[in-house]
């Protein structure tokens, strides 16, 4: 490594720092580059690199411990501790604190002083003191980190006073040198404090709290040397009237030092354990902490304050606990939570929530301080709403007792609130208020209810699979009378009629309770899985709940419900529970458990809201016993009564009807009891979801009310008007207004009345109109709510959709899905604007693809169904060829495609019979399905006609929405439909552009599918490669002349199917006459050269050469542009005004002999020799020219390029298909072929002219090339040439003979 790459490795800084003389820097270079890379990688940001660089640095250094490297290295670390770059400067102090630990045999006094050598604080220059202070800093922590620092009292000694020394520079150090101070004499022994002591800490009270660090000196030497420190200072008592102040300013700048770090400072948990020590915590909590920091208004105080609550729990006694939590730090803690709404605002509710859960999960053995500090975060309440969230994660680190206790506490406050004994606050918002009635009692007491019922349900929500059962069971009681019951006398049977009210129940409370219910209900019944949903007696919760219920419901005497019960509905309870009865005989049945889930949970509803729940519950009974009371075998689609609808029907009915209710509970109720009735399913059911989701039998969907523009801007200038007369008269005092009062009353006598009578009709036709236009925008916010409404409705009625589907694939009701379904799919995409609209059709889309398309399932009973499904596939083709966009019709196809599998795999011998019966009353017996398709329902030549008719128009129609994908999909699933779709293709690869170019690419994939070779035979195959071959053939006569870029993107097409029918023949070993075909693009080479540095060419040109090279013919390699460009005999070789300074002149020239063969061109440019080689040109170019002859290579010679001269190929010498030759092979035949005919010996064929140009710029080949060029072509086969030569020399030498 030289000098320079040196100084590049290193940084500006380093280089400036080290002040390294020229023969160090060479002396560096016996090192290698990947140990001084150590170093670079050691400074980067990523803690990463820098680790693995300081390892492999030590692992380095430990194989050369006493080499040059460490030596270097230590320089190099400890100028790294100066660097300019902030960052790298404590990357290097590890790296030299690991070191030092590594090898203990570096002394630390010698590295101290090569540290405080290289950054003398006496003699650094002012701009760089910044750097040497820092470099000395990190260069006494990398010796601590080290861990040899405290066993080295001289190393000791000297890093104390370098600190003390450093600590005079607060301008740029601050306070590092005290703290590290702090930290290297925690960690000494007793012994040496006592030592070091009288030399860092001054007996100076004054000194001692002056600032954090000393007073954390103060407090180190106090805990570990009592005795050395009061000789040194005397007695203490820093928690005195006078000094109580100078702690306050002490606690605040340790506030405002970890301010970014968001941490509790070391200094406050001293002092706090210092006032637990000696007795004083209540002195030290009042006047430092409340009466001092708390007092500052000042945030960094606070939020010291916040944290030494949380960090003190774990260290007080219950009755400390009560002092602190119900002092004005957690009413402070209080405020900030709920001020502190603002997305940018800094939140301590998450510390804090730290604080608690580490105090909870630390002393679960002290059941009593758990429910302290859980009880007194649940007391900071604002105006009655405490600011602890109902949802808190604390509880689940609280013991059993203490959860007891706290749930017992709940349930005290909601029925007897005691605002006493909470720490209620107001913000000031709030205080400025003017309202009495937000600080009367009444509402503080329905807020915390509120609150208490939610955090209750919270509780059992987290912890009801580890609380006990009686526990649950009492909130779940608790809730459940208080929701829906009022005690009218107490019993002992009823332990929650014991608990009066202080304060009366108001119905915001209630209605409260009742949501809370049940939303415990849907925590304690998730889809009915066994383990979280059943007591340990093996019945649900919600059957314990009905059984409770109906215990209230017969104590009349002494309990009533909130909405009194008819007559009708309490026999509907009474039925509901003989129901139930007699649904325990089915208990085996899994729908007996999903009927009565749903019986439970509509009986319980029947206490929310009597009057609707009533009907449904004897519907519901009814559906029950006769789908329990019905025989497996009876019809599905017929009733006992005609005039009474199926079972089914009602239940789905029933079903719709939750749905409709903003329920999560009833959403999946309602799915698991359909997922149990869906093989019961009837097409009239079917029909009553599909009538939601159809939007032809809905509302009208855009229905929008539209406001005239005319009556906006009357509306709006009457409004300008109005707000223009009322800030005038706001801008007029008393007086002028009684002033101009008595001059209108001169002026109204003037004033004509019927010029007034106008301008009141005027002023009222205004306000109406203004009421008018109100009146719509209210009407038209109320359709768009509707709106919103029945889309919400119609996302939860697709959850019976997804179930019937997934549950039912091979029911043929699923069949009547997919018009509805691409009927919602089409309405959302066009107006798809509300996030409502999008995830009805996300979810829509999601049901139509993923669970009935792609199902793996499907119908496999279609009875009569076939003749209605075809019916249908020809409708949802001709639909998908009518959609304004591709992805609409992309799942009308898809939904053909998947009537086509389904009648692909029924087999029916019902249809055949009926295609028999239609053939022998005179159709076409061409029509009678055989092979394949006599075991299968499906039509093809029907469905051949409908997909034919579809290909077609995507082949002309200018703006189709059908794709390639979609036919690429169809033939791949259904090879035989391809079969017969396959000659449109061909038809239309010599159509207009647009038509081709689709055709060429459907058939370059198309071909190349294993599915549709397997449907051809060999014969047939290939007459259909033929076929293709012929288009393409003719597509490229006019290669080369591309106009536009649909006309190129045409011709690219074509030369691509070409290679694809190339690669096809090959695999498949065909046999194809390829004569006209290599004639055709030999004649299109001038062209295409002509057009050589146009746009896109250069894809064109790699495709023609792909192809040429397959038929044998190699593209030339284009020359140099030195070697075949002479310059003219006619041009002047001077073309400038001035002649260059030493230039040859004409005259001087030695002039180039001419080759003896050569002779000028008609433009005057010499013809190249020896075809298209240029003159000799010395050793190297006829070395270079042997190499462009053709090498013989296993008795095969190479190809030679045919040059456009090469007489047309005769047509009874076809050439063969692809195919390469075998060594074992005899080079006359291919494929069995026989061998080329040869001319006649007595005749001779005329040789044409040669052309002035060759192939891309080369001259016409030799007359034997030529020769060989005359005899049969096979591609790929160039031994052909060479065999059909060798026997035409053969014969003339034998007609010579002769």
């Known amino acids: 490594m030289g000098s320079r790459e040196l ?22 270079l016996k090192h290698s580059r990947e140990f001084l890379d150590f170093f670079w990688d050691i400074a980067k940001p990523e803690q990463e690199t820098r680790l693995a660089a300081t390892e492999k640095l030590l692992e380095y250094l430990r194989g050369r411990p006493k080499g040059s490297e460490m030596k270097y290295a230590l320089k190099r670390l400890i100028t790294g501790l100066g660097v300019a770059r902030e960052t790298a400067r404590p990357c290097y102090s590890l790296a030299l604190a690991q070191l030092l630990q590594s090898f203990e045999d570096l002394p630390l006094c010698s590295i101290l002083q090569q540290i405080q050598e290289k950054y003398d604080l006496h003699q650094v220059k002012k ?29 000791l000694m000297k890093s104390v006073k370098l600190l003390q020394a450093l600590a005079q520079y607060q ?27 009288p030399e860092v800490l001054k007996a100076d009270l004054n000194t001692i709290l002056s600032s954090p660090e000393q007073l954390e000196l103060f407090l180190l030497a106090q805990q570990k040397v009592p005795s050395k420190l009061k000789k040194l200072v005397g007695s203490v008592n820093l928690f005195s009237n006078e000094n109580v102040p100078r702690l306050v300013n002490v606690l605040k700048m340790a506030a405002s030092s970890v301010k970014k770090d968001r941490k509790l400072p070391a200094i406050a948990l001293d002092l706090l354990r210092l006032a637990l020590k000696e007795d004083k915590f209540p002195q030290f909590w009042k006047e430092v902490v409340e009466q001092g920091l708390l007092k500052m208004q000042f945030w960094p105080a606070s939020y010291l304050c916040f944290r030494l609550l949380g960090a003190a729990l774990p260290l007080l006694t219950k009755e400390q606990l009560q002092l602190v939590l119900r002092g004005d730090v957690i009413r402070h803690y209080g405020e ?31 059941p009593e301080r758990q429910l302290a500090v859980l009880v007194a975060f649940s007391s900071v309440t604002n105006q009655g709403l405490p600011v602890a969230p109902t949802f808190w994660r604390v509880v689940r680190f609280l013991s059993p007792l203490a959860l007891q206790g706290y749930v017992a506490w709940l349930r005290d406050m909601f029925l007897q609130p005691d605002l006493d004994s909470l720490v209620d606050f107001s913000t000031n918002n709030q205080k400025k208020a003017q309202d009495a009635s937000l600080h009367v009692p009444e509402r503080a007491v329905s807020r915390l209810r509120k609150w208490i019922i939610f955090r209750l349900v919270s509780i059992v929500d987290s912890l009801h699979l580890e609380m006990e059962e009686a526990l649950t069971a009492q909130v779940a009681r608790f809730c459940l009378f208080h929701a829906f019951f009022v005690t009218k006398k107490p019993t002992s049977q009823i332990p929650e009629t014991k608990q009066p009210f202080s304060f009366p129940l108001e119905s915001q409370a209630r209605e409260a309770a009742s949501s809370a219910f049940f939303s415990l209900l849907q925590t304690l019944s998730t889809q ?57 005989a089915h208990s085996s049945e899994a729908r007996a458990a999903a009927f009565q889930h749903l019986l439970l949970l509509v009986g319980i509803h029947l206490l929310k809201s009597p009057a609707e729940s009533c009907d449904l519950l004897g519907d519901i009974q009814t559906c029950i016993r006769k789908s329990l009371g019905e025989k497996p075998r009876r019809s599905r689609t017929k009733a006992i009564d005609p005039q009474e609808p199926p079972w089914v029907e009602v239940l789905v009915e029933i079903l719709l009807a939750l749905l409709a209710q903003p329920s999560h509970l009833m959403r999946q109720m309602a799915r698991s009891v359909f997922g149990h009735i869906c093989s019961h399913l009837t097409p009239r059911a079917l029909q009553l979801i599909l009538d939601v989701l159809n939007p032809e039998t809905s509302e009208d969907e855009d229905h929008v009310v539209v406001t005239d523009d005319s009556d906006e801007r009357r509306l709006k200038g009457a409004e300008d008007k109005s707000e223009d007369g009322k800030d005038n008269r706001s801008s007029e005092s008393e007086e002028e207004s009684e002033g101009e009062e008595s001059e209108e009353e001169e002026r109204d006598g003037d004033v004509d009345q019927g010029f007034r009578e106008q301008l009141m009709s005027v002023l009222q036709a205004g306000k109406a109109l203004k009421l008018r236009v109100q009146a719509r925008r209210d009407e038209k916010n109320k359709l768009q709510k509707e709106k919103a409404l029945r889309r919400d409705f119609q996302i939860r009625v697709l959850d019976l959709v997804e179930v019937l589907v997934t549950k039912q694939p091979e029911n043929a009701l699923v069949l009547e899905l997919l018009e509805p379904l691409l009927s919602i799919i089409r309405r959302s995409l066009r107006s798809s604007s509300s996030k409502q609209e999008q995830d009805l059709l996300h979810k829509t889309a999601r049901i ?55 009648l692909k795999g029924n087999t029916a011998e019902g249809c055949v019979r009926e295609t028999r019966e239609k053939q022998k009353a005179g159709t076409d017996p061409s029509a009678m399905p055989t092979g394949p398709q006599a075991a299968s329902c499906l039509d093809l030549n029907l469905v051949t006609r409908v997909y034919s008719s579809a290909l077609s128009s995507f082949l002309t129609k200018r703006n189709s929405p059908l794709t390639v994908p979609m036919f690429l999909s169809l033939f791949s699933r259904h090879p035989l439909l391809c079969k017969s779709l396959l000659p449109i293709l061909v038809q239309h690869v010599t159509g207009p552009v647009r038509p081709r170019h689709q055709a060429c690419l459907l058939l370059q994939k198309t071909l190349s599918m294993r599915e549709v070779r397997s449907c051809f035979e060999d014969p047939e195959w290939k007459q259909l490669m033929g076929q293709v071959l012929a288009k393409v053939t003719e597509n490229l006569r006019v290669l080369g002349e591309a106009q536009t870029k649909a006309e190129h993107q045409q011709a690219l097409s074509s030369l691509e199917l070409l290679n694809v029918l190339f690669r096809t023949c090959k695999q498949e070993k065909l046999t194809l006459d390829l004569t006209v075909l290599l004639g055709v693009l030999q004649g299109q080479q001038q062209s295409l050269q002509q057009g050589a540095h146009s746009t896109g060419s250069s894809r064109l040109h790699d495709l023609y050469w792909q192809a040429m090279k397959t038929l044998g013919v ?15 005999a006619t041009q002047s070789p001077i073309s400038k005004k001035r002649k260059k300074k030493g230039f040859l002149p004409e ?12 002779t000028l061109a008609e433009d005057g440019t010499p013809a190249a020799t020896g075809g298209s080689q240029p003159p000799s040109m010395g050793r190297k170019k006829r070395k270079r020219t042997k190499a462009k002859v053709p090498a013989q290579a296993n008795g095969t010679p190479a190809a030679k390029s045919p040059a456009p001269g090469t007489p047309t190929l005769s047509p009874s010498t076809p050439a063969k298909s692809p195919e390469l030759q075998k060594k074992n092979q005899k080079p006359s035949q291919v494929n069995g072929a026989p061998r080329s005919p040869v001319e006649p010996a007595g005749q001779k064929q005329p040789q044409k002219a040669l052309p002035k140009k060759g192939v891309l710029g080369k001259s016409p080949r030799s007359a034997l090339a030529r020769k060989k060029a005359r005899l049969s072509l096979v591609i790929r086969s160039p031994s052909l040439l060479q065999s059909g030569a060798k026997k035409k020399k053969a014969q003339l030498r034998k007609a010579g003979k002769s």
């Not at 910044?130 to 001289?154: H, I, M, Y």
């Not at 993923?850 to 009973?861: K, Q, T």
């Not at 190699?1114 to 003219?1128: F, I, M, N, T, Y």
């Open 7 to 28: 100084a590049e490795r290193m940084s500006p800084g380093e280089a400036t720092q080290s002040g390294a003389r020229p023969a160090d820097r060479h002396g560096l």
């Open 127 to 155: 701009t760089m003191l910044r750097p040497a202070l820092f470099a000395n800093l990190f260069g006494v922590l990398a010796l601590f980190q080290s861990g040899r620092l405290v066993k080295d009292q001289e190393a």
């Open 171 to 197: 301008n740029h150090l601050q306070e590092q040198p005290r703290k590290a101070l702090v930290d290297i004499l925690s960690e000494v022994s007793v012994a040496t404090l006592q030592e070091i002591l």
């Open 336 to 366: 900030h939570v709920c001020t502190a709404k603002l997305p940018k605002q800094f939140k301590f509710a998450p510390e804090m929530e730290d604080y608690v859960g580490t105090f909870l999960e630390g002393c679960q053995d002290d």
């Open 528 to 584: 009915l899985k066994q383990a979280p949903d059943q007591t340990r007696g093996g019945q649900p919760w919600t059957y314990h709940l009905v059984q409770f219920a109906d215990l209230l419901l017969n104590h009349s005497h002494n309990v009533t419900t909130v909405t009194p019960f008819s007559a009708q509905q309490r026999q509907a309870w009474d039925r509901m529970l003989q129901t139930l009865k007699e649904l325990e």
């Open 848 to 902: 139509f693809t993923h669970h009935l398309c792609r199902a793996r399932r499907y119908c496999h009973d279609l009875g009569e169904r076939a003749e209605a499904l075809h019916a249908q596939v020809e409708r949802l083709v001709q639909q998908a060829g009518r959609q304004p966009d591709s992805p609409t019709a992309l799942y009308h196809f898809n939904a053909s495609l998947y009537l086509l599998r389904v």
């Open 1114 to 1128: 190699q593209r030339p390699k284009l020359e140099k542009k030195g070697a075949k460009e002479v310059p003219s």
């Open 1147 to 1158: 005259t001087k020239k030695r002039k180039k002999r001419k080759s003896e063969d050569g």
